[in-house]
């Protein structure tokens, strides 16, 4: 993970590992769009944030703070990865609604998606909720496929059991907007 999770950047997409001096821009960017953390299996709104913010600092994931330029606009992280397999999963994305829409999401997996190829990944992974019809729709852009829905295996912090499609994007299927970039 090690070779996948440092800093990137292109454009005006800047991703630097989550820290501590973080916290307070992020929990204002999650603050934005309260009604988002209800298709999360976590939430980062109220009280939920400092407990989220402190998994997403030692947990399995690797987390960034996305910059749109200087402006700290959004959370994403790598996860799942099997160096082994040559897999890893990219998610736990959320942007401030003002760079939705933007094309800035697009710009912000390109970066990744490019970086993991370059370290040696074939098999990038996205799961989303079957709720979430707008991510569904963002990693269909990319040219992800949808492999199958693992029913009921999450249980949200809401309490709702939650189906998960599972999409991956394997060498050469990413889009035209994807190789624009």
Known sequence: MAELYVPLAAGDVVLVPLAETHREALRRVAAADADIWQMYPYSMAGDHF???????????????????DKALVGCTSWY???????????????????????????????????????????????????????????????GARLDGILRQNKITWTGHVRDTCVFSLLPGEESALLREG
């Open 50 to 68: 400092d407990p989220s913010f402190d998994r997403m600092l030692t947990g399995p994931r690797r987390a960034y703070a996305v910059f749109r």
């Open 80 to 142: 799942d990865h099997d160096a082994a397999n040559k897999v890893v999963a990219i998610g736990g994305t959320f942007l401030h609604p003002d760079v939705r829409g933007s094309g800035f999401n697009l710009a912000l997996k390109r970066l990744m998606i490019c970086h993991a190829r370059a370290c040696g990944i074939v098999r990038i992974v996205f799961d989303v909720d079957v709720r979430n019809t707008r991510s569904q729709a963002a990693v269909r852009k990319l």
